[in-house]
């Protein structure tokens, strides 16, 4: 998946608390639906996970990133 950043939203080491991101929530994996947010808390601790790390956002959302914006954008 492409992202701004050009890191891959699949290792642990590429996302940071306050980086703006594109997930998806569990409910929306089968339609692929990103949400926009900010990362407050990364949830996955292993160092990579094929589907994604999963994070909680700002907002209290939860799901797997999918793109790393650059700039908050």
């Known amino acids: 998946m492409q992202n701004s950043t050009g890191a891959d939203p699949k290792q642990r ?3 940071r608390q306050g980086a703006a991101v594109s997930i998806v929530q569990k409910q ?3 339609t692929g639906k990103l949400t926009e947010g900010t990362v407050k ?4 601790n292993s160092s ?3 589907h994604g790390i999963k994070v909680r956002l700002a907002d209290g959302r939860v ?6 914006h650059a700039d908050g954008t």
Do not use: A, F
């Not at 808390?41 to 996955?44: M, Q, W």
């Open 13 to 15: 080491k590429n996302i």
């Open 28 to 30: 929306d994996q089968r």
């Open 41 to 44: 808390e990364i949830l996955t």
């Open 48 to 50: 990579s996970h094929p």
């Open 63 to 68: 799901g797997r990133v999918q793109k790393i």
